[in-house]
């Protein structure tokens, strides 16, 4: 006996110690080989590398590729500036297309209100992109009223309405004097003002210059001070007019828009999910936006596409992803919104096919050339 325990259990205890402390010793080891392996993968596995665009721009659509075949409203932007790089962001319709540095990016987004709100969510909400600081121009063909500008002008967008927000009778079954069927959603008719229940507020009294928008988010304001830098840097540039658009110019004599050629001007955008068409629905479109913004605001341009684009980045501003107030609108006149005399709507409209019109490439063209000197002044 030894201190009251027997030779063999003193033999038992110091084995049991021994390889306790052998499991202890092992434990650490493969610890430390799984940390170092780790390490090791996670040295292996880059980080994603963030971009910071000092300019964003967004266009609505491409008829094809990016590169190479006709031109949509990308193309030019990917060539020209030398977008090389495709990045694809879950969530959005097409690849975003990069230069070697990141400072510039550009996405087509459209067509149609819904789906550029939705891309432009996804792109402002994937990590790889951080746009805090970055400018947007946003540029798109579009239709023009002959009372106010012609083919291949470049139209500063100063406010943009929501056309789709509006109750609606057929014209067939309006009152008698009515002009067109619309009327606000606040109204009965349309001696009804708007702005029930605060929705739609009175345009005049916004102060200041930043962007902004009416709670229903039918009425949105451009920040006015970058408009008008943009206008001023922009608005002696020539603007391409073929003999086509001369021409066809020519043919709407009475009208006070069609004087001389095209010219960059300031005008408010008509957003609607209907291709509209003809005379009657030129009238509404003059007067839906004198009513919609109180009198602030002229028609300038018809598309389809901005009220969306707009409440995105209103939207990702309030999470603090993007600044609205570095947006610009730019619209290029590719077709009128209504015939010459002596042509039916119908008929005009089956003469002006969708990446065909009279001036679609000089449009696309006066969108590069006005834009990219703002985007010029941007990426110094």
């Known amino acids: 006996m030894v201190g009251g325990h027997s030779f063999w259990q003193l033999r038992v205890h110091s084995f049991a110690m021994r390889n306790t402390w052998r499991f202890l010793h092992s434990l650490v080891w493969v610890a430390a080989v799984l940390f170092s392996f780790g390490a090791m993968v996670a040295t292996a596995q880059p980080a994603h590398t963030v971009l910071q665009p000092k300019v964003v721009v967004v266009a609505f659509f491409e ?62 909400s994937d990590p790889r992109f951080d746009l805090r600081e970055s400018h947007w121009l946003i540029n798109g063909i579009a239709g023009i009223s002959p009372e106010d500008g012609t083919l291949g002008a470049a139209v500063w967008t100063d406010f943009v309405v929501n056309g789709d927000l509006a109750k609606e009778i057929d014209p067939r079954e309006i009152p008698a004097g009515w002009p067109d069927g619309f009327m606000s959603l606040d109204g009965t008719t349309q001696a009804d ?68 050629g095209p010219k960059v001007q300031v005008g408010a955008n008509i957003a609607t999910e209907i291709f509209w068409h003809g005379a009657k629905m030129d009238a509404w479109a003059h007067r839906w936006v004198g009513f919609e913004t109180d009198g602030v605001a002229k028609f300038g341009t ?8 707009m409440l995105a980045l209103q939207a990702l501003t309030k999470q ?41 490439l000089p449009a696309l063209e006066a969108a590069y050339s006005v834009g990219e000197r703002v985007v010029g002044e941007w990426m110094k």
Do not use: C
Not at 217 to 237: C, D, F, P, S
């Open 320 to 360: 603090g992803k993007v600044d609205w107030n570095k947006a610009l609108l730019l619209r290029t006149a590719s077709n009128f919104d209504m015939p010459p005399e002596g042509v039916t709507a119908a008929e005009n409209l089956a003469s002006e096919n969708h990446g065909s019109y009279t001036a679609y």
């Open 63 to 124: 008829v094809g590729e990016d590169t190479g075949d006709r031109p949509g409203e990308l193309q030019f932007w990917v060539e020209r500036d030398h977008l090389d790089r495709r990045i694809d962001v879950p969530g959005m319709t097409r690849a975003v297309r990069a230069n070697a540095a990141g400072t510039e990016i550009a996405v087509a987004v459209g067509p149609g209100n819904i789906k550029p709100g939705v891309n432009l969510m996804a792109l402002g």
């Open 302 to 309: 018809t598309a389809m596409n901005d009220s969306g684009a």
């Open 193 to 260: 003002a708007k702005g029930g229940a605060g929705w739609e507020d009175d345009v005049r009294k916004w102060g200041g210059d930043e962007a902004r928008a009416n709670r229903r988010g039918n009425v949105i304001r451009m920040n006015l001070a970058l408009m008008r830098w943009a206008y001023g840097m922009t608005k002696e540039m020539e603007l391409p007019e073929d003999v086509a658009m001369k021409g066809l110019r020519s043919q709407y004599k009475s009208a006070a828009g069609t004087k001389s």
